[in-house]
């Protein structure tokens, strides 16, 4: 495998790491405020649940790019390839679409939408600009 494959698929990797590390933790203070708030996921519907979970994923992963060096307009497509398929989710629970084949339906579509995002930009992706940044920064 190529250093460039390598570094992609290491970003690719990385990202997907940050969207779970990111549900598994904000969902803590976000069941906190939903609580304080007298309510919860399950009664204010499984739209806002879809919606917080990628909301959740989102933000860590964003966050983790641009501690990678990306600027905001790839940051903003990838956040875009994860929310586009929740709001399409979203609207098929309206159609009374089984909420667990959309959920798996969702992510899936999340995922390769990361994936087409990253091979639309590849020299975005495959090269160690950002973590000569990431030195830099620490240093």
């Known amino acids: 495998m190529s250093p460039a494959t390598k570094h992609f698929v290491r970003h690719y990797a990385e990202m997907v790491v940050a969207m779970f590390l990111g549900m598994a933790i904000l969902a ?15 009664e204010l519907g ?6 917080g979970m990628a909301v959740e994923m989102t933000i860590p992963m964003v966050a983790w790019m ?14 875009a390839a994860m929310l586009l ?21 969702e ?7 990361m994936l087409v995002a990253m091979l639309l930009r ?14 830099a920064v620490a240093a």
Do not use: K
């Open 28 to 42: 803590l203070p976000a069941r906190a405020v939903l609580a304080a708030a007298g309510t919860s996921w399950s």
């Open 46 to 51: 499984t739209g806002a649940m879809f919606l």
């Open 66 to 79: 641009r501690y990678r060096g990306h600027e905001w307009r790839p940051c903003n497509e990838m956040a």
């Open 85 to 105: 398929p929740t709001f399409a989710a979203i609207a098929l629970l309206q159609t009374g679409a089984d909420s667990g084949a959309l959920m798996l339906a």
């Open 107 to 113: 992510h899936v579509a999340m995922l390769l939408g």
């Open 122 to 135: 590849p020299a975005e992706y495959t090269h160690r600009a950002h973590a000569e940044h990431v030195e």
